[in-house]
């Protein structure tokens, strides 16, 4: 099994950075395919990025393409969210997940979370 902590979270002004970062612990992190979801007040838990067990291949939410990057560092069991050219609408709590089988964009593929740490972008 496997054990998620997010951290990084925190308050930024938009056309901020921030840099979050997942590590995990009990098994080898790099046997896992991990994402970042993210869920604001009232909505749905929604796909940000996902990444490939290697790092290799990486697969983003069109509202994120070209602003945040996700990487990982298999050495540290570490993968992390670098989030640029925030807007407000980026404002929710975002949750590190894993999985043992595919890089996939369901909620329901993932049966490894975080607790997730909230990020909050003001005008």
């Known amino acids: 099994q496997v054990q998620l902590v997010e951290s990084g979270g925190g308050l930024v002004q938009a056309g901020g950075s921030l840099r979050l970062s997942c590590a995990a612990s009990?098994?080898?992190?790099?046997?896992?395919?991990a994402a970042w979801f993210r869920q604001a007040p009232g909505k749905e838990r929604e796909f940000v990025a996902t990444i490939s067990r290697g790092g290799a291949n990486t697969v983003y939410a069109d509202s994120v393409k070209g602003r945040f990057t996700i990487f990982r560092d298999n050495d540290k069991n570490t993968v992390y969210l670098q989030m640029n050219t925030l807007r407000p609408e980026d404002t929710a709590v975002y949750y590190c997940?894993?999985?043992?089988?595919?890089?996939?964009?369901?909620?329901?593929?993932?049966?490894?979370w975080g607790q997730g740490t909230q990020v909050t972008v003001s005008s």
């Open positions: 997940a894993a999985n043992e089988r595919t890089v996939a964009l369901s909620t329901r593929v993932y049966k490894h």
């Open positions: 009990g098994r080898t992190f790099g046997y896992y395919v």
